[in-house]
């Protein structure tokens, strides 16, 4: 209740670091759900692992940002980049071409040269916020082994990941995001951007959080 009368106030992000944040089911905890219902705006949720949960004070970052070419995946990767430049730290752009693209020769070319014109476009926005940021890819792999075992070898620490809400009333994120919550070991923060005007927010919205 005290979260939905604060919303009203025009916030453009909630940003929601609470636990439990998975149940045993491997899904977002019924407090999670309920606490984003509550808010109709932008959602960070972030669950902290490995080091962050043994030592919440450590400053560091080391950040892993899955890439597509959706509008999502690019506020994610905005938003990712922002955060490691003002944390001063590295960050790596993750692009992945799955095993069924190389079925047929025709549609895995296309899926390269997405890959590569994502990698270009994320490099722009980095050059844009005078960010570094290192492109890699992965082919023949699912999308989740493939960040899973890009943290492990880069020393990630940090797995950001834009999304979109699924509907229902159970918060979700769909099968990758719910894969990660399930399995990783790496601190996760998945990004949901709410892009369309609050209705019900008293102030007018003010930039959406990606590209503050």
């Known amino acids: 209740e005290a979260v939905a009368t604060e919303a009203r106030n025009g916030y453009d992000l909630f940003v929601?670091?609470?636990e439990p944040t998975v149940e045993a089911s491997g899904d977002f905890a019924e407090g999670i759900s309920r606490l984003a219902r509550s808010f109709p705006g932008s959602l960070a949720i972030v669950s902290a692992r490995g080091r962050h949960e043994i030592n919440p004070d450590d400053p560091r970052l080391k950040i892993l940002?899955?890439?597509?070419?959706?509008?999502v995946s690019r506020h994610g990767a905005e938003f990712a980049l922002a955060l490691a430049k003002a944390a001063k730290t590295k960050a790596t752009a993750l692009t992945v071409i799955t095993p069924e693209a190389s079925y047929e020769r025709q549609r895995y070319g296309t899926r390269v040269r997405d890959a590569g014109e994502t990698a270009k476009e994320i490099t722009a926005i980095a050059t844009a916020l005078e960010q570094s940021v290192q492109i890699a890819q992965r082919t023949n792999i699912s999308p989740e082994d493939a960040i899973?075992?890009?943290?492990?070898?880069?020393a990630h620490d940090l797995i950001l990941l834009g999304v979109?809400?699924?509907?229902g009333e159970r918060l979700s994120f769909g099968e990758l995001a719910a894969a990660l919550l399930d399995s990783s070991d790496r601190s996760l923060l998945f990004l949901s951007v709410q892009t369309t005007p609050k209705a019900d927010s008293a102030t007018p919205a003010r930039?959406?959080?990606a590209q503050a």
């Open 207 to 209: 930039s959406a959080p």
């Open 65 to 71: 940002i899955p890439v597509t070419g959706s509008q």
């Open 16 to 18: 929601i670091g609470v």
């Open 148 to 154: 899973l075992r890009e943290a492990r070898l880069g």
């Open 164 to 167: 979109s809400r699924r509907p």
